[in-house]
Each structure stands twice: as C-alpha cells, then as structure tokens.
C-alpha cells in the first residue's frame, strides 16, 4: 500500500508556486496600486512645531548600499548642523531625520513611504534611484507627499507640477557628458551593457542620442535585468560584438560603455575571462563611479579597463571644503557627490520651512524652487527648473587607477555642460 | 585544457545550483514542508567564507566543512525550535510555509547586522566577491574543480547512503510510510531533524563557494530561491536524483540556453533569462507533473527514484 506520503500533491505544489510567484513578483513588479490617500492629512500647521519630522528614504543594502550609507553620514551632519542653526535663532524647535531603508528596492521604497506617511510625515528626502522614485510617484502625488531625491537622474521624470523635486541635474546632462566623454577620448563604435530599469534606460536612451549627433556608432545594447546576480550570457555577448568591432574598426576605436550599479563588480569579473574585453576601454556612469564596490572587489579589472564614469561635481568652494572637512573628520572617509547635495538638500527644506512657518507639504512645495534659486550650498548653486530638477551641473570623471599595490578612484577630468566640453588631466 | 569562460560560468552555477536544491528536495520528500528559508541557509555559507578568508585570514578551502557543520547547526536548530513544535500542534502545509517565510526574514536581518558588524571591522561585507582567493590548476579555477568533485561525490554518497545503509533504509522508511516506521522502531523525528540539518549543512556548502565565483550579499539567497526551487520541481520535487538533473536543466538553460536563443531572437531576451525558472516551472507542472524523474528515468532508475 502506498502511503499518502509518497503521492504526489497537486495542491501542495500550487501553494508552493503560489507563494513562489508571489515572491518574485515582490521582488521585480512594479505595482499599479490602487492609492488610497494616507488615513487623515495632517492638520494645516500654524507655527512650526517642536520637532520636524523629516523622512529619508536611502539604499542602506542591497546594489547602491554604499552610496545609501555615506549620504545618512551627511543627513546626520545635516540634522546636527541645522540643528545648532536653530538653537542660534532663539528657535526651541529641533529637526529630526527619520532614516528608513529601501533595500535599493521600488517596491521597499514604496512600503517604506507608506509606513512613513502613516505617522504623518509629508516631506521626504529621498529616495536615491530613479526606479524607486518612479514607483512611489503616484502615491506621493495623491496624498501630497513632498518628495525631494538628491540623486534619481532619469529624465523621463522631469515632470512639471508634481510633488517630486530632484536637486541633481537630471540624464540629458549626464548623457551628453558621457558621449562627449567618449568622442574625445577618440573613441567611435561602443557596445552599451546596461540595467534594464528607469534609470538605465533612460540614461542609455540620452546617451545614444547624443552620441550618435556627435557622429559615434552605438553597435548594440545589451539590457539585463536589475534583479541578475549572474551575468555569463551577457558578458559572453558583449565579447562577442566587441570582438568582432575590433577586427572591423581597431581596438582603440570601440570601448564598452557600461550602465550599471553594484552589478558592475560581477560584470568585470566575468568579463576577465575574456582577453578582448580586458583590452578595450570601458565608460561608466554616476552608477560606478567612486563606488568602493569596484576598487576593493574588482580593483584590478577596473584598472585593466580605466572604467571612466562620469559623477555630479559639486562647485568647489570654501563651503564645499567645510562640508568636505567635517564628513572626512567624522567618518574617515570621503563625500560622495550625492552626499553633498543631501545635505545641502536637508538645508533648503528647513530654509522653507522656516519661511512658510509650516510643515505643509503644499507649501512647502511652493516656496522650495525660490528658496532654491537663491541657496548656494556646498554642493553650489540649488537652481532648479520648471520639473523640479537641478537645471544645470557639471561633471568630473573618474577612473580606477592603482597606486601603491592599492586600486583607487582618481580624478581624470571634468565635463562643464555650459560649454559643453571635456578636460582630461593627463 | 581550455574552457571558454560561458561554458566555465554556467557549470560553476549548475554546480552551486545543484548543491543548494538538494536540500530542498530532501525536506521535502522527508518532512512534506516547502522551506522558504532554504536559500537563506546558503546565504550563511557565503558569510562563513568571508569570515574565515578575510577576517580570520585563514585558507579559504577550510570554511567548506565549517559552513556544513554550521549549516547543519542552524538547520537542526530551525527544525527543534520551530518546525517540530509545530508539527506537533498539527499546523498544515500553509502555516508551515509560512513559518519557514519567517525565519526566512529573521536569517535575512540577521545577516543584515552581521553585514554591518564586518563594515565596521573594515571588512567589504556587501557585493563581496573573492575570486583572488581562489586558487588555479593550469588555468582551471579551483571553485570548477571543487564544486564538480563535491557534486560527484555526493552523488556517489547519497546512492550508498540511502540504498546501502542502515540508516539509510530507515529514511526511507519513514518517507514512504512514518507510522509503519515507527512501528519498526525507527525514531522518526531523528530522520526528520537530520534532513533538515543535513540539508541547511548542503545549502550552507553551496554558499561557501558561491563568493568564489559570484559577488554576494545578504540577500543573495533570497534572489536565487527560484531557481532552487525550480531545479526541485523540475527534477520531480520529490526525488534528490532528479533534483540534481533539474539543477543542471535550470544553470545551464539560464545561461547557455538563454545565451543561443539570444543569437536566433536577439538581445532582448537578455534581460528576461530569470523568468526561465519560473517558465520551466510551469512548463513542468503542466506537461509533466512528476517532473524529469517522471520521464526520463522512470523505469531506469525505478529503484533510486522511489
């Protein structure tokens, strides 16, 4: 007699692959919530009050954990600086910062927002990437939640009259800096390996465009999925196109231009298997450069490669260098560009709350490109445009280089977009 | 001999694949109870190696048996602490799996501060990848040889294991029918608690070489619970056999499949390779319910299989 152990269940199966499906579905949809406005708004505030919540939505783990982690450094000077600001004044009133942490995930990011919100918080700084900015959008929009990322860049986000505001110059500059990057390295043929998210997108999308008005040749563009840990096919493709460019247009004509975040220490590694990608130049973004992911794991390949990657340049100024001190001070390690504009970011939310006298988010919304207009900070001038984005920002460009047996980032030049050139220091 | 980097990835993988669903299958078969947590046991693995390689600076292969044994430490403890009690207070399959989804998210935050903790001793803790520690036989790396000899061995120890056995019989005993077992004087909760811990032990091994070849984090079991759970279905889902043949259908079709489709259909279908679990999957479930136990090897392997 068989036992109902040994049977086969159908039924236990589609529980398993109920769950399953469930999981993944968690883990890459993008939801098309039904958004419902948070419980009850909070009541119109007629004098600030003692403590000013403000959210934080930043990556402390998952692909941007190292970015999320060295802008909560700058959030806490921030509160500490603003704070000693408001004891100048006379003010009894204390900011406070609530950090939350989105995994690097749209749908954590979204969970995190809602949790916040239900305790009343309506002004966020945050979060960093632009797929997590996109998938709480609506959301925000609907119950006039205040959002202000310091770093999602993906252009097709640059909208007017939302509640999303972001103090970074969005991909259209970035993408021009890119190609224009890569043309005066000499280079005109590339193979593009890219994230196929809002942010990797859209960047690839500005980038090939402007590279192709500057004459260059995007062969092909390889897109994967954000959620890959694993990255053979891929890589084995890129050897392939680039191979075959080489022996069509000569190795110092083609480089590889690589879109990615944390993936990019994988990406190299399995690229090491192949001698033809160890020989061309790669090109990186804001996505890789400064990341200490690729100097401590991947230092040598990067090395092998130069892996330029264009970053957000703060305006260099006595500001800037007080910031700079006082986070290398307190962490023991350097500013990223983005930290920079956090903090400068957490300034310009209180300036306007200071000046409304109210947490409103409406108000506050109002009033925060003028306040902008007129802050210089230490990441420089705040300008915003009619979206709400930082309207201009020039570029530095970074390379991993190795220097007393250790792999670095170092300076390699800088992108001005009001000229719309490229310096190379060496 | 030289092997091209693809095929060297996608044997690496099938091989990492196959050591992790094992388990799967095995606690499976044994206890009736899907674990979610399962891939999170080989997540440990992962920290073990870094552990031992880069704080203790000890050789890198000696965390192989110390992430077994401590895989078969958490993995016992998982089952005394909670899968027994609830066993035993006749919880059904749902909240079971709910349980294991539990300590699936506790395993994660715990990993989590573990993570932060080596921040703060200075050590990479996250994306850590430690090829450099790896070492090369005449540009063969050591994770291919290692992992291709564990996964023959193993085949080999768990063909004598269950069918030559003492101890053996009486696991499959207690499979095919745990009253008759009892009857027969076999402590059933013994061969229950040792496929738990046996499993974690096999997930945490995997895990342990995983940083080897791929970068890994703390979730890095969480996004590979498809795949194993495919590799486990494909393969029949209640056979150790097949799981392993599933595991070599699933890394391989991910990576070489994915990658020749690619050449007919275009690049595109790149960025959807991880759906292929999930696919076969279903594919599996509609068309061949029992799985590749079910067709390939039915009468061949009637008698390991059963």
């Not at chain 1, 999320?68 to 000693?84: C, Q």
């Not at chain 1, 109210?358 to 009033?367: H, M, P, R, V």
């Not at chain 1, 280089?401 to 190379?424: L, M, P, Q």
Request: aromatic share 12%.
């Amino acid at each position: 007699m068989k036992s109902k152990h040994s049977k086969y269940n159908f039924k236990q199966i589609f529980l398993i692959l109920t769950f399953l499906v469930l999981i993944l579905l968690a883990g890459c949809a993008k939801p098309e919530e039904k958004v419902k406005p948070v419980a009850a708004p909070a009541a119109e505030v007629k004098k600030i009050p003692k403590e000013i919540t403000i959210g934080v939505l930043l990556p402390l783990t998952g692909d941007l954990a190292a970015y999320g982690k060295n802008v909560r450094e700058a959030i806490l000077i921030a509160e500490e600086d603003i704070n000693d600001f408001l004891t100048k004044l006379g003010l009894d009133t204390r900011v406070k910062f609530l950090i939350e942490d989105t995994e690097t995930k749209p749908t954590t990011a979204l969970t995190k927002l809602q949790a916040l919100a239900a305790k009343g918080v309506k002004i966020y700084i945050g979060p960093m990437t632009s797929a997590e900015v996109r998938n709480i959008k609506t959301y925000a929009d609907v119950n006039k939640l205040l959002i202000i990322s310091p770093s999602s860049t993906a252009a097709d986000l640059a909208l007017k009259g939302d509640f999303i505001y972001r103090t970074v110059p969005d991909d259209t500059f970035q993408g021009k800096a890119i190609a224009k990057m890569v043309t005066d390295y000499g280079i005109k043929n590339v193979v593009v390996i890219h994230r196929g998210d809002a942010w990797g997108d859209g960047l690839y999308r500005e980038f090939s465009k402007r590279f192709k008005e500057l004459g260059g040749n995007v062969i092909e563009a390889i897109r994967y999925s954000p959620e890959a840990k694993e990255f053979s096919a891929e890589v084995k493709k890129l050897a392939d196109l680039i191979s075959d460019a080489v022996k069509k247009y000569g190795e110092d004509k083609v480089a590889v231009v690589a879109i990615s975040f944390g993936e990019i220490v994988t990406i190299l590694k399995q690229a090491s298997g192949y001698d033809i990608l160890m020989e061309v130049v790669w090109f990186g973004s804001d996505g890789t450069a400064k990341l200490d992911d690729v100097v401590k794991e991947a230092g040598k390949e990067a090395s092998e490669v130069k892996l330029y990657s264009t970053l957000f340049a703060p305006t260099e100024s006595l500001k800037y260098k007080e910031f700079y001190n006082k986070f290398k001070e307190k962490t023991k390690s350097e500013p990223h560009g983005y930290s920079v504009i956090a903090y400068d970011t957490a300034w310009i939310v209180v300036y306007s709350i200071l000046l409304t006298q109210s947490t409103d988010s409406e108000k506050i919304a109002k009033i925060l490109p003028e306040v902008a207009k007129s802050f210089f900070g230490a990441s420089g001038w705040m300008l915003l445009n009619e979206a709400g984005d930082r309207a201009a920002g020039d570029y530095d460009i970074w390379m991993v280089v190795e220097e007393e047996g250790k792999y670095i980032w170092k300076k390699a030049g800088y992108y001005s977009s009001t000229t719309d050139s490229v310096t190379f220091l060496s | 001999m030289v092997i091209e980097m693809i095929y060297k990835d996608a044997i690496i993988y099938s091989n990492l694949l196959a050591l992790a669903s094992i388990g799967l299958t095995l606690t499976y078969t044994v206890t009736k109870v899907p674990n979610f947590a399962h891939a999170s046991f080989l997540t440990i693995g992962c920290y073990v190696t870094l552990t031992i390689t880069v704080l203790l600076k000890l050789p890198t292969y000696i965390s192989l048996p110390i992430a077994f044994l401590f895989g078969t430490i958490i993995g016992a403890s998982v089952y005394v602490l909670v899968i027994k009690p609830l066993i035993k207070r006749g919880a059904d399959i749902v909240r079971l799996m709910i349980a294991t989804l539990a300590i699936d998210i506790i395993i994660f935050g715990i990993l989590n501060i573990y993570a932060d903790i080596l921040d703060r001793l200075g050590i990479f803790s996250r994306n850590f990848l430690l090829r450099d520690y790896d070492f090369k036989l005449s540009n063969i790396e050591g994770i291919f040889l290692v992992s291709s000899l564990l996964i023959i061995f193993l085949t080999l120890f768990l063909y004598i294991f269950l069918y030559k056995t003492k101890y053996g019989i009486a696991i499959r005993a207690s499979i095919e029918n745990p009253s008759l077992a009892r009857v027969m004087g076999i402590n059933v909760e013994n061969v229950y608690m040792f496929s738990w811990s046996f499993s974690a032990g096999l997930a945490s091994l995997s895990g342990s070489l995983f940083p080897l070849w791929f970068a890994a984090f703390p979730d890095t079991g969480i996004t590979l619970l498809p795949p194993i759970f495919a590799s486990s279905i494909v393969g029949g889902f209640t056979s150790i056999f097949g799981t392993i043949i599933g595991a070599y259908i699933i890394g391989l079709g991910e990576s070489l499949l994915i990658y020749y489709l690619s050449l007919v259909v275009g690049y595109w279908i790149l960025a959807y390779k991880q759906m292929f679990s999930v696919l076969m999957i279903f594919i599996t479930l509609l068309l061949f319910p029992r799985g590749i136990s079910g067709i390939l090897f039915e009468k061949v392997m009637k008698k390991w299989l059963k």
